[in-house]
């Protein structure tokens, strides 16, 4: 059982980068997928989630507008498009599958995640 985070890079302000949350050894299907990120020196923070179904979604104030998710169970991933990045994005991203998330005063907490997968960097410069 894996979830396996790619896509990250270095990009400059105004850039873009499409994450990718790809699960092997069970199915996306039965999960939520959550991403979140850590800055050096931060605590770990909720950016987005995406239901089962894909129809509800959630995205942190921060990245609203900027970022959307997006899963294709098909495919067995699901998707962060990053566009107008600034240099406050930068951060390790995580995947994370829950059968649902929770938020909480408005923010995506880690509340019931059953599998995280491995961290992709995603560093923006100014």
């Known amino acids: 059982v894996q979830l396996q985070a790619s896509g990250g890079g270095l990009v400059q302000t105004g850039g873009s980068l499409r994450l990718s949350c790809a699960a092997s050894?069970?199915?996306?299907?039965?999960?939520?997928i959550g991403w979140f990120r850590q800055a050096p020196g931060k605590e770990r923070e909720g950016v987005s989630c995406?239901?089962?179904?894909?129809?509800?979604?959630h995205y942190e104030d921060t990245v609203k507008g900027r970022f959307t998710i997006s899963r294709d169970n098909a495919k067995n991933t699901v998707y962060l498009q990053m566009n107008s990045l600034k240099p406050e994005d930068s951060a390790v991203y995580y995947c994370?599958?829950?059968?649902?998330?929770?938020?909480?005063?408005?923010?995506?907490?880690?509340?019931?995640?059953?599998?995280w997968g491995n961290g992709t960097q995603v560093t923006v410069s100014s």
């Open positions: 994370a599958a829950a059968p649902q998330f929770t938020i909480g005063n408005g923010r995506l907490t880690e509340f019931g995640v059953d599998f």
């Open positions: 995406i239901s089962i179904s894909g129809v509800s979604i």
């Open positions: 050894g069970f199915s996306l299907d039965d999960y939520a």
